[in-house]
Nanobody
């Protein structure tokens, strides 16, 4: 069973950058994917980005294209979310997830079987 721990959240001013990390313990299946979702207060959990572990292909929500980058360090079983040009509307709890099926792209919650505890990102005006 995969366990995920997010880190790197914090407070940043609009236009700034932040990098989130998700450290995985346990096995990551090579044909499956990793993803980032976010949830603002009073809002549903929203897809942000996903990465296929085996070849590194990526897919992004329209709201973050050109600003966010998902990447991996396979040797360290870690996935990253580099967030640039942050906006106040990016404020949310960000969750890392590991998929449990070999599908692509994985933009829905049901495609992920393992979730981290979340890390808070706050972007001030």
């Amino acid at each position: 069973q995969v366990q995920l721990v997010e880190s790197g959240g914090g407070l940043v001013q609009a236009g700034g950058s932040l990098r989130l990390s998700c450290a995985a313990s346990g096995r990551i299946f090579s044909d499956y994917g990793m993803g980032w979702f976010r949830q603002a207060p009073g809002k549903g959990r929203e897809f942000v980005a996903t990465l296929k572990w085996s070849d590194g292909r990526t897919y992004y929500a329209d709201s973050v294209k050109g600003r966010f980058t998902i990447s991996r360090d396979s040797a360290k079983n870690t996935v990253f979310l580099q967030m640039n040009s942050l906006k106040p509307e990016d404020t949310a709890v960000y969750y890392c997830a590991a998929s449990n099926m070999p599908s692509w792209p994985m933009t829905y919650r049901y495609q992920y079987g393992f979730w981290g505890q979340g890390t808070q990102v706050t972007v001030s005006s």
